[in-house]
């Protein structure tokens, strides 16, 4: 089992957005995923409340730090291939997360000069949490809310800050897409949303299948894909969102 947290000490940077999109992925794969929803505003536990809720993905809530040992077991029970942490947007929230031991940490961000600041402490954070459980976690950040047109400028002040304190940066970004906050309104995943005929979702998509498999690469240690057309951070390699969706294994060997 694969275990990931996501942890910024600011709040509102993606988090949770993320996280969901991460487990809708692996669920498309055929993959069981529990979700511990570490947040005591409970935005994945609300999610889970609403229609369509993949069967193999489960939700645990852990308002609270002493809640953590309690939704690590009941999510456990319904052996999952990977389980997802959120966390709260806080410094609080950033220490408790080594309680659920993750082997990766992601830490969400726009491409701001405030939001890479704080993905640094939260780096420092998983410093912390790789000394305490004497093994290394590993971390990358994840650069989301990508507005379609790109300022490359500040997107390489950013890019240039995060490398200075050795961050590692996952190669596809998060654009920024209506569909993904739809998700937290009408609940399911994002098949579900083409359903309700939601503009946008086609390309929603394969940006969201690179970022998961992006996610795969790196916890399984394999070199990272180029990311697909139009979702990546790096101006360079920025090219046209395509309009249907490209075959991609990520389980391939
Ligand atoms: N890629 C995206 N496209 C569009 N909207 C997004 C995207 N990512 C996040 N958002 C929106 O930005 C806001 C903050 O996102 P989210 O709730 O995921 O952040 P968070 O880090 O979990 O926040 P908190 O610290 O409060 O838990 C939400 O309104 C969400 O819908
Ligand atoms: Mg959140």
Redesign the pocket.
Known sequence: MKIVAFV?PK????????ALLLALGLHDLGLRVAMIDA?PNK?LVHWASLPKRPERITVHAAPTEADIPDALREAKAKSPDWMIV?T??SLRAGIAFAATAPDMVIT?LAASAIEAHQALKAAELVDAASRRLRRKVLHACLL??LPAAVRPRSLRQVVAQLREGGVAILPTA?????V??LL?AYGGGLTDLEQTGAPGVTAARLNAQAYVAAVIDMVEGRPADPPAPGTSWNPAERRPEVAAPQPHSPLRS
Do not use: N
């Open positions: 910024s709040g509102g940077a993606g988090k949770t957005t993320s947040d935005p959120d709260e947007g969400p989301t809310r998060l654009i920024e897409k209506e993904f906050r937290f």
